[in-house]
C-alpha cells in the first residue's frame, strides 16, 4: 500500500530553471510533509517541511506548496543551481517516530 | 559535532549468511530507526529502537532483528541473506522528545551487497 505518490522519477531542467516535484499523499492523518534531498553515496538530509495549517513555505531557494483539499503537496527550486542536482524524496510521517517515503525523483540541472 | 555513523560502508556476504550493521546515533539523540533502501526507491521502514527496545516494526520479516544498547548505538542483523537483501541500509536516529518535526538524521549507510 503506497501512502505517498511522487512524480516525475525524473527531472531534467537548465541552470536557472524551476524544476516542480509533486507528491500526493492518501492519509488524511498526516500533520507534517517534509522534503529529503539525498546525493550519491550520502544518506538522505531534511531540506525544508510543511505543516497543513499553512499553504506555502519558503526557505532560501526552496518552496513548498500545499493543497490540503487536493491532497498534494510540491516543491519548487528557484534558480536551480548544478549542485542541486539530487534526488529528492517527500516522505510523510506514519505515528509519531516513523515516515513513508515516496519512490524520489532523480533531479538533474544541467549547466 | 559528529552526526550519525555507519559501518561497514560496504559490505559484500553470499546468499545464507548473516550480516551485522552498526550506527552510533547523532550527540543528544535517543531513538535508533532502520531503513532499506533498494536501487532507485525511497527508504522503506524496518524498525525502530528507543530505550533498547523495538517499538516500531514496518513489514519485513524476522529475518531482520536489531538491537540497542545503553549508549543508544544500534544494530541490525539479517540472517539466511536473499539476493533481495541488497541494498543501502540507512540508520536514522532523532530525539524521541521532538519526535519527526525536527527530522530525522541519516547516516550515509552500508551498502550491502548479496551474491
Known amino acids: 500500500q503506497q501512502q505517498v505518490k511522487q512524480s516525475p522519477q525524473s527531472l531534467i531542467v537548465q541552470k536557472g530553471g524551476i524544476p516542480i516535484i509533486n507528491c500526493a499523499y492518501e492519509n488524511t492523518a498526516f500533520d507534517y510533509f517534509p522534503w529529503y534531498q539525498q546525493f550519491p553515496g550520502k544518506g538522505p538530509a531534511l531540506l525544508i517541511a510543511?505543516?497543513?495549517?499553512?499553504s506555502e513555505k519558503k526557505e532560501g531557494r526552496f518552496t513548498i506548496s500545499f493543497n490540503k483539499s487536493a491532497k498534494q503537496f510540491s516543491l519548487h527550486i528557484m534558480d536551480s543551481q548544478p549542485g542541486d542536482s539530487a534526488t529528492y524524496f517527500c516522505?510523510?510521517?506514519?505515528?509519531?517516530?516513523?515516515?513513508?517515503f515516496g519512490q524520489g525523483t532523480r533531479l538533474t540541472i544541467n549547466p | 559535532d559528529a552526526g550519525v555513523t555507519q559501518s561497514p560502508t560496504h559490505l559484500i556476504k553470499t546468499r545464507g549468511q548473516q550480516v551485522t550493521l552498526r550506527c552510533s546515533p547523532k550527540?543528544?539523540?535517543?531513538?535508533v530507526s532502520w531503513y532499506q533502501q533498494a536501487l532507485g526507491q525511497g527508504p522503506q521502514f524496518i524498525f525502530q529502537?528507543?530505550?533498547?527496545?523495538?517499538?516500531q516494526r514496518g513489514n519485513f520479516p524476522d529475518r531482520f532483528s536489531g538491537h540497542q544498547f545503553p549508549n543508544y548505538s544500534s544494530e541490525l542483523n539479517v540472517n539466511a541473506l536473499l539476493l533481495g537483501d541488497s541494498a543501502l541500509y540507512l540508520c536514522?536516529?532523532?530525539?524521541?522528545?521532538?519526535?519527526?518535526?525536527?527530522?530525522?538524521?541519516f547516516g550515509s549507510g552500508t551498502r550491502l551487497t548479496v551474491v
Open positions: 510543511i505543516r497543513p495549517d499553512v
Open positions: 536514522a536516529s532523532s530525539f524521541r522528545g521532538t519526535g519527526l518535526h525536527y527530522g530525522y538524521t
Open positions: 516522505a510523510a510521517p506514519q505515528g509519531a517516530q516513523k515516515l513513508v
Open positions: 529502537y528507543y530505550e533498547e527496545e523495538e517499538r
Open positions: 550527540s543528544g539523540h535517543d531513538t
